[in-house]
């Protein structure tokens, strides 16, 4: 029989600010190498980080307004089931919904 360890969360106390810099220089440029390496070795790994790439790209893009991620996203006063979308920006209290099909597109592709 095998025994299972107890998996814990820890919820953290204060909210940790995200280091713009650090995601456009670091953190997306290797994210796209990855799903570059993925799509030219025919491989799966671009759907399983596809779509944080793109949620992580677009609050970079959106970085003015205030994106909210994750659970940052129920945090945002009036906006209504802010957990319904991938993005919410607190500045304009709109929400998005992030699709990164995109990056599937080829010229050659008849569909």
């Known amino acids: ?19 713009i810099d650090r995601l456009r220089n670091e953190i997306l440029p290797c994210l796209e ?22 949620e992580l790209f677009v609050a970079a893009e959106l ?3 205030e994106p909210k991620l994750a ?3 129920k945090k945002v006063k009036d906006v209504r089931n802010p957990e319904s979308c991938d993005i919410v920006l607190d500045k304009t209290k709109k929400k998005l919904e992030v699709k990164w099909g995109m990056l599937h597109y080829r010229q050659d592709d008849p569909f």
């Open 33 to 54: 190498q990855a799903i570059i390496f993925s799509f030219s070795n025919n491989l799966n790994l671009h759907t399983a980080i596809g779509g944080k790439y793109a």
């Open 1 to 19: 029989m095998v025994k299972r360890r107890k998996i814990t969360y820890v919820k953290p106390q204060y909210y940790i600010f995200m280091d």
């Open 63 to 65: 970085w003015e307004h």
């Open 71 to 73: 659970g940052e996203r």
